[in-house]
């Protein structure tokens, strides 16, 4: 069954209590798709529905602009609800939460065919969803995942994508937040990212990926189709791309800029482990980028070295990564600070040795201290999440200073962990002290053992002169756990 709800629906919604979106209000329970069809006509916006486990068939919201956010979820996550697809047209204020969305593509179905789309919309989350093809384990007879079009405020967190042709296509829009998400079992891309700025794409998980002759598989594209304006705002952080049971994709590629610059572009903490693949980091046309502690490796007895690639960067900086190689090449040029290449050095190599174990290398074999990629330890919440002192020596603090953008202030308490550092000098500590400021938290000394940092940077009482007045950040994050909001 097709539900297609358009505005001005006549109102034939059940009689239960609407939602738990307006305080001292009841979830709707909905048990079928004619149950939530009638619901939906009647919603006003904050209700949650809460859907019995069953089929409900193809859902499409078109023009359906809630004064609040609705939350469309599944009752329980063992037997999640199913849909064949869901489109949100011309709508906004939608939460998808715990439902399971997809199909094998019928003989009419072209591969292009999506199993969620978004269109015109704004402000629609995908949360804890898993979204799929066939489900036999080969994306080759599967469509695409999750399509966005011309939309803004996207979020999709905590969910799986697998058994596709892509898993997440973004075109044209802006604000866009892909967070702690599986994808496996690709044919070609995982992400791609089409003339869109504003992007956010943390702890992310990609591998077995399955090429057909002639694909260009990428965990993670970017282009610039309209050629018209610069992408920018990129934030690309904490990711493991791993080869899995195939040879495996490249990671980061970023290219066809169509004229216009990539511009403010942080690409930091990655693991990309992969084989058959040249391009572990690839970065064409750019202004103010930053490459900064990733590990970038393929398997030694593998036939194709794993690179981070930069091409044409203004303002770029390359710097405390691991990798089996790095070019630097065209008009302008990154600084390279602090790497480890390993291509024919023999030492560097020396501190991988678990390099060619093939499937039982590890993750922990692939960290190296003070350079690359480093697993965080401890998950920031929506509540509150406490770091204490960390030992890892990680990176020279974004390059030295970054210079306090929205990418990291609004994301400062997924990149603090990897400020903690064994032995920084006065000079590293002052630049974390510069961040915080830039970033309008408050340049008092402070002697509370307890600090909150504000993402929205409206609050803080750990300041640039607590960092400022310490040689060492081990000493002042032994005095101070970060409670991050």
Do not use: C
Not at 90 to 114: C, K, M, R
Request: proline share 4%; hydrophobic share 35%; aromatic share 6%.
């Amino acid at each position: 069954m097709t539900s297609v709800l358009y505005p001005g629906t006549p109102d034939n919604s059940p009689t239960a209590p609407v939602g738990s979106g307006r305080p001292g209000v009841a979830d709707i329970q909905i048990n079928g798709s004619a149950a939530l069809a009638a619901a939906l006509a009647n919603a006003r916006g904050g209700e949650t529905f809460v859907l019995a486990a069953g089929d409900y068939g193809d859902l499409s919201l078109y023009a359906k602009n809630f004064a609040s956010n609705i939350t469309i979820k599944s009752a329980s996550s063992s037997s999640p609800a199913h849909f064949n697809s869901v489109s949100v047209l011309s709508s906004s204020n939608v939460t998808f939460q715990g439902l399971d969305i997809g199909h094998a593509l019928s003989s009419s179905e072209a591969e292009y065919t999506p199993m969620a789309r978004v269109s015109d919309a704004r402000n629609v989350v995908f949360d804890s969803v898993k979204i799929h093809g066939s489900l036999d384990n080969n994306p080759a007879n599967d469509g695409r995942g999750l399509q966005v079009t011309g939309s803004s405020g996207i979020t999709v967190t905590n969910s799986e994508f697998t058994d596709l042709a892509n898993g997440m296509i973004f075109d044209s829009s802006s604000g866009v937040t892909v967070r702690n998400n599986n994808i496996h079992v690709m044919r070609s891309d995982g992400m791609d990212f089409a003339s869109t700025s504003q992007v956010m794409i943390d702890g992310n998980t990609f591998r077995d990926f399955h090429p057909a002759a002639g694909d260009h598989p990428d965990a993670m594209q970017f282009w610039n189709k309209n050629g018209s304006t610069n992408v920018r705002d990129v934030t690309i952080i904490n990711n493991v791309v791993l080869a899995g049971t195939s040879s495996g994709s490249q990671g980061v590629f970023m290219s066809d800029n169509g004229g216009y610059a990539y511009q403010n572009v942080l690409i930091q903490n990655n693991l990309i482990f992969t084989g058959g693949q040249w391009n572990g980091i690839m970065v064409a046309g750019a202004e103010g980028i930053k490459v900064i502690g990733n590990t970038v490796l393929s398997p030694s007895n593998d036939s194709l070295m794993a690179w981070i690639r930069m091409e044409d960067v203004t303002n770029g900086l390359v710097q405390n990564n691991v990798t089996d190689k790095i070019i630097n090449e065209g008009a302008h040029t990154a600084a390279l600070v602090n790497n480890l290449s390993l291509n024919g050095d023999s030492a560097s190599q020396a501190l991988i040795p678990n390099l060619l174990n093939g499937a039982n290398t590890t993750i922990s074999d692939l960290v190296i201290a003070g350079y690359g990629y480093h697993p965080l330890t401890t998950t920031p919440s929506t509540s509150s999440t406490s770091y204490s002192s960390a030992g890892s020596l990680f990176s020279s603090l974004l390059g030295r200073i970054y210079t306090g953008t929205a990418a990291v202030t609004n994301d400062i308490d997924r990149l603090m962990p990897t400020f903690a550092m064994s032995n920084p000098s006065a000079a590293d500590s002052q630049d974390l002290g510069k961040l915080l400021s830039s970033a309008g938290l408050t340049s008092s000394p402070s002697t509370s053992t307890t600090q909150t940092l504000s993402a929205t940077s409206t609050a803080g009482s750990i300041g640039a002169g607590d960092m400022m007045a310490h040689g060492s950040l081990t000493t002042l994050l032994s005095q101070h756990t970060h409670a991050i909001a």
